[in-house]
């Protein structure tokens, strides 16, 4: 049984085009996020939802909108793609007790 | 401004030696010290964690070591094997709706 779960795993598309990244997890937790994680392994927080409301927006373009139907799923839509977004995703999700799980990664690359 | 900083950046060890990482942080609001593991293509994985109110904490061949007056905290793995090689990255995070806040990592090789 996979607790967080992303698709699509690799996503190779030109600059300018939009794109999703869908997000599922089935730990019953109430808070997800979206981490960014560059060339050099670096883990950045994006985004991060409880009980699907935005409750941290880490200064990102606003040409990424996360969009979280409910709590068990965030969705990450991005518009415009530009090189710099080229990047693995990761989604995750949290236990009261802070505990966070992380989904396998969907790779980036925008050409 | 980095809030927490890793070191170091990679590592080489012999099998069965002793790994050691450490990591400081800055915001004494953190209360929250949790450790990932990463393999390559795969996503971070919770190895083990910390709260301040304990110095050490150890589950099997890893143990954390917390110094709350110093702001650091390390990562022991003992007698490390191959299978440990992978990406290690600290992080912290403060009570609340907090993000975790990761250090930049460190590249664990361990060989025979």
């Known amino acids: 049984d996979t607790a967080v779960s992303q698709t699509p795993k690799y996503l190779v598309t030109q600059m300018g085009n939009d794109k999703s990244i869908k997000c599922e997890q089935n730990?019953?937790?109430?808070?997800m996020y979206w981490y960014k994680q560059d060339s050099k392994k670096f883990l950045k927080i994006m985004f991060s939802?409880?009980?699907?409301?935005?409750?941290i927006n880490e200064t990102v373009p606003n040409r990424f909108s996360p969009k979280s139907p409910d709590k068990a799923h965030l969705n990450l839509h991005i518009n415009s793609l530009e090189l710099g977004d080229s990047a693995v995703y990761f989604c995750?999700?949290?236990?009261?007790?802070?505990?966070?799980?992380f989904g396998p990664g969907t790779r980036l690359t925008v050409l | 401004q980095q809030q927490v900083k890793q070191s170091p950046q990679s590592l080489i060890v012999q099998k069965g030696g002793i790994s050691i990482i450490n990591c400081a942080y800055e915001?004494?609001?953190?209360?929250?010290f949790p450790w990932y593991q990463q393999f390559p293509g795969k996503g971070p994985a919770l190895l083990i964690a910390?709260?301040?109110?304990?110095s050490e904490k150890k589950e099997g061949r890893f143990t954390i070591s917390f110094n709350k007056s110093a702001k650091q905290f390390s990562l022991h793995i003992m007698d490390s094997q191959p299978g440990d090689s992978a990406t290690y990255f600290c992080?912290?995070?403060?009570?609340?709706?907090?993000?975790?806040?990761f250090g930049k990592g460190t590249r664990l090789s361990v060989i025979a």
């Open positions: 995750a999700s949290s236990s009261a007790e802070n505990e966070q799980f």
């Open positions: 730990l019953g937790h109430d808070t």
């Open positions: 939802y409880n009980n699907k409301e935005l409750i």
């Open positions: 915001n004494t609001a953190f209360d929250y």
């Open positions: 910390i709260r301040p109110d304990v």
């Open positions: 992080a912290a995070k403060a009570s609340g709706n907090t993000p975790l806040v």
